[in-house]
């Protein structure tokens, strides 16, 4: 594996390892193994810097190849500098942390886990050359960040905060990724290095715009950038350290880092630069202006975050203005925009990282970082005002730190930009902006200093107030002492870590950082400088009289609440759209399938045209049959005007009949054999169990539902009857089954078509059509069963309604006459019963058919002498039966496997029997008795659980 | 010749069954309903073995059996449930 | 013939579906055994009426009716009536143990 | 020959027939549940005998087919008609439906009061055992 | 031809019935059940790499020769889906075993369970239309038994309901049978693609293809959804999980097979168009129930609709990528959906609601339930490199490419809501302070450690899912290179 | 035993005639099948009915049949006539019949012929309650049901 990749995966590993990791050593803080992380990619980056000859490193790893989707990862300048920002400030973070987090009170482990994928997960989307890669590490800086600024989960403020973190970034992120995929379809590739390479062609594509808008919303919202910024000031409810990281070196830079990313691929579209720009100023100066109304530490940082983030995307912006071998006289000032956005990048992390860490610092100390409860923190912890102070005039851009060269630089860029504008008001904007932003963040940076420490001490908790640990202290004062000497000393890192960085963006970029120097003549940035100081320093000094002034701007419309507005009306929206239509009524679900039935279908049939009615062709019509269609109509429509339960079932149960009467009319017995018996058991269950209930109430229904249920009714009837007129004029083939006519008895051995296509040709929809019925039978013997609310209190009170009139109105009438009657016909049904079973193989009737007679006979001695009666005469779970019935057709079936037949495969021969004659005998049969079996104990376990829950 | 008094019978049948039908939804007692429903049963098998005639076929002799055995049944569940309150008792 | 039974099709269906669409339950059910008169009735028509006998070798006739829709139909009539019994019997058991077989009536109860 | 068979059959048919309908309209018309199992009785016996009749003999004849199905039919017809109206009509007085006023006797009424006083008493005796 | 085609219905069909021996006794039970599911298993997975190494595998029931006999027919796709069925049945019914009490064991919650398996994978192999709606009916009427399993009013109203819907779409899948019999003839599903070639489309055909999507797309709860979140809900955990599992992706198996073999898209068949449309309104329908629901279940039912429309939006771009995409996702769906099922009736269990409202705090009790529950919905959502990623890619991908702009664009944004929902329920549920006091007994309130066990092994196999996505991939380009030529299918089932 | 006997051959006949099939393996068949029904179910069979009286039997027969006709047709015309002038009720009837077999007989004759109908036999298995369409007197309607039915019933059971 390339050392690439190993430090890529070392964080991930090492957060997977560390739940087992610190059980090993219980009593170690878990921090001081999560040290290891960062330290070994620190060293490993710098390993690979020394090792390497300036040319870009690449390596792969297989994800999912046949998709061309790999871990692709390159190594440059860019890359180069984001890696060891996480790797350093991650090692300076995690020491803090270990400080700051108390082993004993918090779920330190989680904590760490969190932030290692944090940290690989930052390292993943500045390391991966794939732009689906890219995505994925990027949706797990979310995920991960989401972890941390949730880390305190019982706070309703953090988890409020956590979604927003999410739902913004991700949404960027999802947007991100539409506009990497139209990327790679333009581009017909998703590796940025190639398609850095193709900018030109991809220039061309009409993808491009829509592709590098959806990139665009990518950037702005995980970069903070406005009107997206919203979520990154409640990202603060997160423990410090973690503020510290997210608003240094990880999260918010993941944006700036893509935008520099694709500065060659976008370089010169207007789109591209012109948002960057105007987007980063307004952030700029929107944040800025933002921070100094904040009473709390941390959203005061929050806010410059946000104001100094905008600062950077515009340089990128102004740094894209001219693409790589732009013939334009101003050509040069891209790429100095570019340099003087990766050195404010450099600052910003070393200062706001201190910055964090001694927010962190005052509120571990005091308790509090609300600024009017604070100040005069000066006199109990020195060491640190020193570290806030630095990193504050670094913020303020003030000499000799790290902040004024890269606030020169920045007025430069401004400049050139109006001088490159060739004195458009847009381009005046543009240095007029920047100096306004620039004098709040001179006041909002002194603030910060000021309010905390300096004036008076306006806590009364002196004797607890005092410098921190060393543990605490260190990180800051490394990261003060940075953002000093990177204005001090700029050549120490601008050569080896800007300058390749550049090269990344502005390939042919000549050196930028050569002349960097905090005196370089009075020059009209070094007038704005001064001219911020002056009015800076003014108005911090004024700002208490100012202040409640700015309290009473009120923005019209606030970012944040309409971000609650937003998710509340969605919420509201949703719940009204889907009460709209969502009752939970049967009612409304069996409407809404009918009515997309016919509206479907009549659209179908109206898109299609190309429909015609041949009546031409169709058989003949006696006068019995004409009476008895329009009898079945008149039957049918008669149905819906029954008043009662009863009259309604009987009216059905018509239905039913005349449609056996069809049956026979068509020339199909089995079918009216089968249908009869059907209809009549389950005319009578309904009978049965629904005599009871109270008279059917008039529908208490509106006339419009009325209508509208009639209307769809007779729609969909209407549908189904011109389609099938439609398809019946419109016949393409002939059927398949001459086959089974031919067939049935030389190869079957069954004169019965319909029967042998039942347990033979299909006999595989029989032996799954028993199963239902089989599952049906359980079912509803577990229905009944099982005990049921509202049934258990008809338990208790004694006698059932049947028995009370049994025993107290009614003496048992005589049934002689059913009983002597019942015994002779037994006799006759059930061998009518098997007859039916064995002669269907070539007449009607077959296993189902014979199983219902059987079933009827054990019925009607039930009737005659009691279920009990029965039971004693024939003590079989009728369960069992029908269980042994479906085993006895799926071995029929199984059989087959020993012959190296199929499933299902059946054998027949002639065969003189001893009783049963000369016979076709096919094993069909057996699968057949199978049927019988089963049926057999399916209707008895369903009559008996039925008859018995009486 | 045949046919036409076949299919006379038919339509005659057909008759009965309407007036049956006619006692099976007005009633008034149930054990009319079943009086009716009983006779239904047996002018469909009539009516059957009419067909089976008129088709030239024995193929529907067996549902004569069976609207025998099952109208017969279903009379005799429904008047044990009207009057007792259940089909199958337990005892 | 196909006309007429295309009709009745219809009508079957029709009905069946008004009746599902009404609130009581046994109505419902009533509704879901039109439904499948009318399928199977289809099924039937669909297959061309009448051309020939019973599917019955035994019959010796010239010609028979297609046997395949009636294998089919005898299956789905199998396969309906179990499922339909299942539904009533639930249907019962909802009335028996909510007291209504008023499907609006049997919503409000039940999500009480 | 067969022709003349035929149509005789089929004349016997016709006469069952009509025999149906007379039943029917007796079913419609008649006052009380009890009568109208006489007039439901009707086609059990004589329509159905005749129509099944008919078709027996049309049958044996013409078809050359001697169907005991059909005679097996009629056999059953004949066994469960009578009891299937004794049933029903049994389970109608017995849920008090009442006879046509103009009924001139009810021998059944007293004994089945008696009947019934006897089995309440038999119940509560049963109770109190309990 | 080889009865192995036959073994993943016919496996779980013998040990059902095979259960039905032995109602009073549990453990027999039990372990006849595991030991039936791990044979289903094992075979699917052999068919499966027979699939892939010796093509299609078919068998004729009965000898009988397609088109008169009724063959099943197990290409890459069914094998794949068979085998996905399987397992993901596995881990419901291990779950199962013990969550779901005595009663619902004695009255024969294992055979129903194993039923419901035979028709699921029955409905997968099958090569004939009518034996697909028996197939059918095997799976609903278990589904019905195991929905109304348990006693409850709301599980007896909701039976009620999804029957109803259930029967109702049956009935019009025999309707639509009738009809495509009437017209072309057959009911092998091989021949009719052939004969519906040769006849070229338009006219009825047209207006057939759009009933089948009508009884499909209820089925698989395509835009006519409203049935779903009810049903869902009621029974529990396990047998949730097994619905939210398999029973839509059975319809929506019915939906691909037959708009990519009967009705193939590029036949001039309109219903391409309208499931692109009922796609995107089932995804937009889908988030809002999901925005809109408040309480556990209901959100992880509305999550099934939008991943249903999502899947639906590969069906309706039918390139090869598209349908790659698909069957990825719908792979990876089963074990997802199953996964966040189960967590949710140990969350619903420990907190003795499944109220958002009333819930709060659990990560305290159940770390490892709320973590794997974080992961499962992040999987759901498609974030990489876990299982849902790389579907979600492919079907994005296939319809930015096929220029389906609006619908990537409701998918993206869908995903987002997924996101949104399940997080935020997982943030009620597992974060924030926890209430009082439960509303059930405590010990009641247990969730035992086997079953998070198994909820543990099925999270794993979510996340190698997305690691080891190549596998997925190359899966599921194989089961679209089926899908997108019907006349492999038609030459292995039934040639001329 | 007789009886069971006889329901045996019954059966084989039976097996044979619905085949259509007039053969000795058909019988046999079917007096297989017999034998099995009785050893199954033969908890329910009593003693039972069955002697051969041949000629008793025609004799019933034929009464059977010329009630039927009378009775059938005055039923019609009572059915059909403008007015209706009938006099129903329920009549008590004891019999002298001591079986079930022949008290069953005799309830289906009485109902089989049109005008009277069994409605009730009393616990005692003696006492038949018999509605009658039309009833002149009572104790000649008792009258002619023993004359007839009754007596002939007796003669085929005695
Ligand atoms: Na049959
Ligand atoms: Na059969």
């Known amino acids: 594996m390339p050392l690439l990749h190993v430090l890529l995966l070392l964080p991930f590993l090492l957060a997977a390892a560390l739940p087992w990791l610190s059980r090993l050593a219980p009593r170690l803080h878990a921090g001081w193994i999560a040290l290891a992380g960062p330290l070994l990619l620190l060293a490993g980056f710098l390993r690979l810097r020394t090792a390497g000859d300036g040319a870009p490193l690449s390596a792969s790893m297989p994800w999912m190849p046949s998709l061309g989707v790999n871990l692709e990862l390159r190594l440059d300048g860019l890359a180069m500098l984001f890696a060891l920002l996480i790797s350093g400030i991650g090692a300076l973070v995690v020491l803090y942390s270990i400080f700051y987090l108390d082993r004993r009170r918090e779920a330190v482990g989680r904590f760490y886990a969190c932030l290692l994928l944090f940290m690989g997960a930052m390292l993943g989307v500045v390391l991966s050359d794939h732009l689906i890669v890219l995505y994925g590490f990027w949706e797990l800086t979310s995920v991960s960040s989401f972890l941390l600024i949730a880390f305190w989960h019982r706070r309703q403020a953090s988890l409020d905060g956590a979604l927003k973190s999410l739902l913004v970034t991700g949404m960027g992120g999802l947007a991100m990724l539409a506009g990497f995929l139209l990327l790679g379809i333009a581009g017909d590739s998703l590796r940025v290095s190639e398609l850095i390479g193709s900018a030109e062609a991809l220039a061309a594509s009409p993808l491009l715009l829509p592709a590098m808008g959806l990139i665009l919303l990518g950037v702005f919202t995980k970069s903070a950038q406005f009107p997206f910024h919203i979520w ?50 307004a952030t700029l100066v929107y944040g800025s202006f933002r921070a100094i109304k904040q009473t709390d530490l941390k959203a005061l940082l929050a806010y410059s975050t946000i104001s100094q983030l905008g600062l950077v995307t515009a340089l990128i912006g102004l740094g894209s203005v001219y693409p790589a071998g732009s013939a334009s006289p101003y050509a040069a000032y891209g790429a100095a925009a570019a340099a003087a956005g990766l050195l404010h990048l450099l600052n910003h992390a070393a200062f706001k990282g201190a910055l964090f860490m001694t927010a962190g610092i005052v509120d571990h100390e005091t308790g509090t970082r609300d600024l009017r409860r604070l100040g005069g923190l000066i006199r109990f912890m020195p060491v640190t005002f020193a570290v806030s102070l630095a990193a504050s005039l670094s913020m303020a851009g003030v000499p000799p730190l790290g902040g004024f060269l890269s606030k020169e630089l920045f007025f430069g860029s401004a400049l050139n930009a109006y001088r490159a504008g060739e004195g458009s008001l847009a381009a005046l904007l543009v240095p007029a902006v920047a100096w306004t932003a620039s004098a709040f963040t001179f006041v909002y940076s002194g603030i910060f200093a000021w309010r905390t420490f300096g004036g008076p001490a306006r806590e009364t908790r002196e004797a607890a107030v005092h410098e921190p640990s060393w543990g605490l202290l260190a990180p800051p004062l490394v990261l003060a002492a940075a953002a000093l000497l990177l204005g001090l000393a700029p050549a120490l890192v601008a050569p080896g870590l800007l300058q390749p960085a550049l090269l990344s963006m502005h390939p042919a970029a000549p050196d930028a950082y050569g002349e960097l120097a905090l005196w370089h003549g009075v020059t009209p940035e070094l007038l704005l400088t001064a001219a911020v100081f002056a009015v800076g320093g003014l108005l911090l000094y004024a700002a208490p009289r100012w202040a409640p002034l700015h309290r009473t701007i009120r923005l019209p419309l606030s970012w944040n609440g309409m971000y609650e507005r937003l998710l509340r009306g969605l919420d509201a929206g949703s719940e009204k759209l889907t009460a709209a239509y969502m009752d939970g009524g049967m009612r409304r679900s069996a409407g809404y399938i009918f009515l997309a039935l016919a509206a479907f279908l009549i659209v179908a049939a109206a898109m299609a045209g190309d429909i015609s009615v041949v009546l031409s062709g169709m058989a003949p019509v006696t006068l019995f049959e004409g009476i008895a269609v329009l009898a079945l109509i008149a039957a049918t429509l008669a149905v819906p005007f029954a008043q009662s339960r009863m009259m309604a079932i009987i009216l059905t149960g018509t239905v039913g009949y005349m449609v056996v009467l069809f049956f026979v009319l068509f020339r199909a017995p089995d079918l009216a054999l089968t249908q009869m018996i059907v209809e009549t058991v389950s005319v009578t269950l309904f009978l049965l169990c629904f005599y009871h209930l109270p008279a059917l109430k008039r529908e208490r229904v509106a006339r419009r539902t009325k209508l509208a249920s009639g209307l769809i009714a007779g729609a969909a009837g209407l549908a189904m009857t011109l389609v099938a007129l439609g398809a019946l004029s419109d016949r393409k083939f002939g059927s398949i089954s001459d086959f089974y006519l031919r067939n049935s008895y ?189 049926v057999v104990g399916i209707t008895m376990t369903i009559i008996l659980a039925i008859g018995r829950d009486k | 010749m045949v046919d036409l008094l076949l299919q006379a019978s038919l339509v005659l049948l057909m008759l009965s069954i309407a007036g049956c039908m006619y006692r099976l939804l007005k009633g008034p007692s149930v054990s009319d309903r079943i009086a009716a429903l009983d006779t239904i049963g047996i002018l469909l098998l009539s009516m059957i073995a009419v067909f089976g005639m008129l088709q030239g076929t024995t193929v529907y002799f067996d549902i004569i059996l069976v609207i025998g055995i099952v109208s017969f049944i279903g009379t005799t569940a429904f008047a044990r449930y009207i009057e007792r309150g259940a089909v199958m008792e337990d005892e | 013939m196909e006309l007429l039974l295309a009709l009745a099709v219809g009508a079957l269906f029709g009905v069946g579906v008004y009746m599902i669409l009404a609130r009581s339950l046994l109505r419902v059910i009533l509704g879901l055994s039109l439904l499948t008169h009318s399928v199977h009735l289809l099924l039937l028509t669909m297959s061309g009426l009448k051309r020939g006998a019973a599917p019955l070798l035994g019959e010796h006739a010239e010609r028979y009716v297609d046997p395949l829709p009636q294998a089919l139909i005898l299956t789905s009539i199998v396969i309906s009536f179990g499922v339909t019994s299942l539904y009533f019997v639930l249907a019962y058991k909802a009335y028996k143990s909510i007291g209504t077989d008023d499907t609006e009536q049997l919503r409000r109860e039940a999500n009480d | 020959m067969n022709e003349a068979l035929a149509i005789g059959s089929a004349v016997i048919v016709l006469f069952g027939s009509v025999l149906s309908l007379f039943s029917a309209f007796g079913l419609i018309r008649l006052p009380d549940v009890y009568l109208r199992s006489h007039a439901a009785t009707k086609s059990a016996t004589l329509g159905v005998l005749f129509i099944l009749t008919g078709a027996f003999l049309y049958y044996t004849f013409v078809h050359d087919v001697v169907s005991v199905k059909l005679l097996l039919g009629i056999v059953f017809v004949f066994l469960t008609g009578p009891v299937a109206g004794h049933l029903n009509a049994r389970a109608a007085y017995r849920t008090g439906v009442r006879l046509w006023e103009r009924s001139t006797r009810d021998d059944l009424k007293e004994a089945l009061q008696q009947e019934r006083a006897q089995a309440k008493k038999q119940a509560e005796i049963r109770d109190k055992l309990r | 031809m080889t009865n192995l085609v036959v073994l993943p219905l016919l496996l779980p069909l013998c040990t059902a019935v095979l259960l039905l021996f032995f109602k009073e006794k549990a453990i027999l039970q039990r372990l006849i059940s595991a030991a039936g599911i791990a044979a289903t298993a094992a075979a699917s997975a052999l068919l499966l790499a027979r699939a892939g190494s010796d093509g299609m595998q078919t068998l004729a029931m009965g000898g009988w020769a397609a088109p008169f006999g009724i063959v099943f027919a197990a290409d890459f796709f069914a094998a794949l889906l068979v085998t996905a069925a399987s397992v993901t049945t596995g881990f419901c019914l291990a779950y199962a075993m013990g969550t779901v009490g005595p009663e619902r064991e004695r009255f024969y919650f294992y055979p129903f369970l194993n039923f419901l398996l035979a028709g699921v994978n029955g409905s997968f192999l099958t090569g004939d239309l009518f034996n697909l709606f028996v197939c059918f009916e095997v799976m609903l009427i278990s589904s019905y038994a195991l929905l109304v399993l348990g006693g409850t009013k709301r599980q007896l109203k909701a039976t009620l309901g999804y029957m109803l819907v259930n029967i109702v779409s049956s009935t019009l899948f025999v309707a639509g049978v009738a009809y495509l019999y009437g017209m072309i003839g057959t009911l092998n599903m091989a021949q009719l693609s052939a004969r519906i070639a040769e006849a070229g489309s338009g006219g009825m055909l047209d207006v057939l293809s759009v009933f089948f999507l009508i009884v499909f797309s209820l089925k698989a709860g395509l835009f006519l959804f409203f049935w779903l979140p009810e049903a869902y809900e009621a029974p529990p955990a396990a047998v949730s999980a097994l619905f939210a599992a398999l029973l839509t992706k059975v319809g929506l198996y019915a939906l691909i097979r037959t708009f990519t073999l009967i009705f193939p898209a590029g036949h001039g068949l309109a219903a391409q168009e309208w499931i692109a449309w009922m796609a995107g309104a089932t995804m937009l329908l889908g988030a809002a129930g999901a925005l809109a629901s408040k309480d556990v279940m209901r959100i992880l039912n509305y999550n099934i609709v939008i991943s249903v429309g999502f899947l639906a939006f590969g069906l309706a771009v039918s390139g090869e990528k598209s349908l790659q995409g698909a069957v990825f996702y719908l792979i990876h769906d ?114 035992s450690r086997a079953h998070t066990a198994c909820a543990a092994a099925l999270c794993l196999l979510v996340v190698f899912m997305g690691l080891g996505s190549e596998w997925m991939v190359q899966a599921s380009a194989e089961a679209a290179r089926t899908l997108v030529s019907p006349s492999d299918y038609i030459d292995a089932v039934w040639k001329e | 035993m007789a009886s069971q006997f006889l329901i045996n051959l019954l059966i084989a006949f039976l097996w044979m005639f619905l085949y259509d099939d007039l053969s000795f393996t058909r019988f046999a068949a079917g007096f297989g099948l017999g034998l099995l029904f009785i050893g199954l179910l033969n908890r329910f069979l009593k003693r039972d009915f069955y002697l051969r009286k041949v000629k008793a039997v025609l004799v019933l027969l034929l009464i059977f049949i010329r009630e039927l006709f009378l009775s059938s047709f005055t039923v019609i015309y009572q059915i059909l006539k403008p007015k209706l002038t009938i006099r129903p009720g329920i009549v008590a009837m004891e019999t002298r019949l001591k079986s079930d077999g022949e008290l069953t007989l005799l309830a289906c004759l009485i109902c089989l012929t049109p005008g009277t109908l069994t409605l009730d036999v009393a616990d005692d298995h003696r006492t038949l309650y018999i509605h009658a369409m039309d009833i002149g007197d009572a104790e000649q309607l008792r009258q002619q049901i023993r004359s007839t039915f009754e007596r002939a019933i007796m003669e085929v059971t005695r």
């Open chain 1, 232 to 281: 990154l000031p409640d990202a603060m409810e997160a423990p410090t350290p973690v503020s510290a990281y997210l608003h240094s070196a990880t999260m918010v830079k993941a944006g700036l880092y893509l935008a520099a990313r694709l500065t060659p691929l976008f370089a010169g579209q207007q789109l591209w630069y012109g948002s960057l720009t105007a987007v980063g100023l």
């Open chain 1, 746 to 934: 030389e190869l079957a051995g069954g004169k019965n078509v319909v029967n042998v296509i039942l347990v033979d040709f299909r006999g595989f929809d029989t032996m799954l059509e028993i199963v239902v019925l089989g599952i049906a039978s359980y079912a509803i013997y577990a229905i009944i069963r099982l005990k049921w609310p509202g049934e258990a209190e008809e338990e208790g009170s004694g006698l059932r309604e049947s028995e009370f009139r049994l025993v107290y109105e009614d003496a048992r009438s005589n049934d002689v006459i059913l009983q002597t009657l019942a015994k002779v016909i037994l006799f006759l049904i059930l061998t009518f019963s098997l007859y039916l079973l064995f002669a269907g193989h070539h007449q009607p009737g077959g296993g189902f058919i014979g199983a219902l007679m059987t079933a009827s006979a054990l019925v009607l001695m039930s009737i005659a002498f009691g279920v009990r009666t029965i039971r004693k005469a024939l003590p079989v779970d009728f369960r069992i039966v029908s269980a042994c019935g479906i085993s006895l057709a799926l071995l029929t079936g199984i059989g087959s496997f020993a012959f190296g037949k199929p499933f299902l495969s059946h054998a027949f021969g002639y065969a003189q029997l001893p009783f049963f004659g000369q016979n076709e005998l096919a094993t069909a049969v057996l699968f057949d008795l199978g049927v019988y079996f089963t």
């Open chain 5, 334 to 447: 089963m074990a997802v959906k199953a996964l966040l099922f189960l967590l949710a009736g140990m969350m619903i269990r420990a907190a003795g609601t499944g109220r958002l409202d009333e819930m709060g705090g659990l990560i305290g009790r159940l770390p490892l339930v709320g973590w794997m529950f974080l992961v499962a919905s992040l999987a759901a959502a498609g974030i990489p490199p876990l299982s849902g990623f790389g579907g979600k890619l492919l079907l994005v991908q296939g319809g930015l490419e096929a220029g389906s702009h609006l619908l990537a664009g409701i998918s993206l944004a869908t995903s987002l809501v997924v996101l949104y929902t399940l997080v935020r329920l997982f943030m009620r549920a597992f974060w924030g302070e926890a209430p009082a006091s439960l509303p059930i007994p405590a010990e009641e309130a247990r969730v």
